[in-house]
């Protein structure tokens, strides 16, 4: 049985084991960080930048940290989806040679579940690089010399250690977890012995979260205008549901823009790629909207990086603990974003190869190849640029209201945060491009002839 999953594991392909391996591998290596951070004593014996150093701050570094792995996950959950409909095809042919359902099951299992082993393995070793590269020391580790002053720049304790069972668990954790996506990412596809039927769903996405984050936007005009209101609301309960509310209206708001985006597009398309791009958003917007959301999420922490940068600049001061903050934050959110927009370019590498046969029609009839693969780009323009910009704006203005007009803090706060929502929604842009770049070499082989043939 091992055998035949790692041999169905070969005919799959290399980039989808490749994506799981990776992904896993940077899960594991940052799942080993966060558990260091929290073994920490409260007096450490090493030197760490203060975000790790003190007790009060690190709780809040680890989950900072934590939410690194979600764009990660969203990369690992439609990287298991590339190929999907192969895959179970394989799987189809085995049961009409006498494999039961429950063995092509365990097959299916069996081919996420070698990357995702070899992946979590490789994201051990990935924990040790880390340690000897941001480590702490007695003296500090890396660090900055600024004037007389020396500041640490170590983030990954050394003094203390994940022991070989906290190791072992988060392997197997991050392995099983690779299992689950694997098993889940396949639930759509019925194995009967007779052939492969994949369910869609039926009905356009819902337009609630829209809704919720237009409600959020009226609760903040009113406690911005009415103190009292923004007293009684942002307590430590309320805070937290308010928080909950927006990541589950984002969450539902992603799908909705990409479809809406999609049907707007759809109907005014004047080239091939627009009309590609569009139409599969329409078809499928729920894999590309949840990636959307995650692109929201990045630009709404973007939007409330920018008013505190704002504020740091009027109260005249550049506090090195600050700076670097706002720095290992702006790193973040890049690399999130990067993330998010490679997974919405696995999507669309997904959708392609399912489509190869009329991408290869549509090549054979005049179509250039160059304009299936502008198609992706467009693909991930509709959905990063309206989510990356409408959260960076909500962001703003949550954290700002109307203090970003006030004369009296001068015109650089308002210019940093306007900064800020400009930017994001144009990183999200070079984002797109250059992941749509690295998977390019995939959807070249979308149109070629090969796929015109009759199996």
């Known amino acids: 049985m091992t055998t035949l999953a790692l041999v169905l594991l070969l005919q799959g392909g290399r980039l989808r084991p490749a994506l799981v391996a990776a992904t896993t591998a940077v899960v594991t ?14 007096v450490p014996d ?46 189809a042919g085995l049961r009409v040679a006498g494999v039961t359902a429950g063995e092509a099951r365990l097959l299916g299992a069996g081919e996420v579940a070698v990357p995702a082993l070899v992946g979590s393995l490789l994201g051990v ?10 480590g702490g020391n007695a003296d500090g580790g890396p660090s900055l010399v600024i004037g007389d002053y020396g500041y640490s720049l170590a983030l990954v304790p050394t003094s203390v250690s994940p022991t070989w069972w ?18 889940r990412t396949g639930s759509g596809v019925t194995d009967a012995p007779h052939g492969v039927t994949r369910r ?79 139409r599969r958003l329409v078809v499928d917007p729920r894999s590309a909207g949840r990636a959307g959301a995650a692109v929201g999420g990045v630009g709404l922490v973007a939007g409330g990086v920018g008013v505190l940068l704002g504020d740091l600049a009027a109260t005249g001061g550049a506090d090195f603990f600050f700076v670097v903050s706002y720095a290992l934050v702006a790193l973040g959110l890049v690399v999130s974003l990067v993330v998010v927009s490679l997974t919405l370019a696995v999507h669309s590498v997904e ?14 009839l005049g179509v250039p190849a160059s304009e299936v693969r502008r198609s992706q780009r467009w693909e991930g ?63 070249r082989r979308v149109v070629d002839p090969e796929h015109l043939r009759t199996p």
């Open 29 to 42: 290596s940052l799942a080993l960080v966060v558990v260091a951070v929290l073994m920490l004593p409260a």
């Open 46 to 91: 090493e030197l760490l930048f203060n975000v790790v150093q003190e007790p009060g701050l690190r709780y809040g570094a680890a989950f900072g940290m934590t939410l690194l792995v979600v764009p990660l996950l969203l990369l690992l959950h439609q990287a298991l989806r590339l190929g999907n409909a192969a895959r179970q095809r394989r799987l």
């Open 125 to 134: 070793v990935g924990f040790h690089v880390l340690r000897s590269l941001l």
């Open 166 to 183: 906290m190791v072992v668990l988060v392997v197997v954790g991050v392995t099983g977890l690779g299992v689950a996506l694997g098993l």
């Open 200 to 278: 869609g769903a039926a009905y356009a996405p819902r337009h609630w979260g829209a809704w919720v984050l237009a409600a959020l936007v009226l609760l903040t005009v009113v406690a911005d205008l009415v103190p009292s209101v923004a007293y009684a609301v942002l307590d430590g309960v309320g805070t937290l549901v308010l928080l909950a509310l927006t990541v589950l209206a984002f969450v539902s708001t992603g799908p909705w823009v990409a479809h809406l985006a999609g049907r707007v597009v759809q109907s005014r398309a004047t080239t091939v790629p627009a009309l590609l791009a569009s």
């Open 351 to 364: 959708t392609l190869t399912d489509r190869r046969r009329s991408m290869a029609s549509l090549h054979a």
């Open 381 to 443: 323009y509709l959905v990063a640029v309206p989510m990356s910009f409408g959260g960076a704006l909500l962001g703003t203005w949550t954290l700002g209201g109307s203090g970003l007009l006030d004369v009296t803090n001068g015109p650089l706060p308002l210019l940093l945060a306007a900064a800020c929502v400009l930017v994001t929604p144009l990183l999200a842009a070079c984002a797109v491009r250059a992941s749509v770049a690295v998977t390019g070499p995939v959807a």
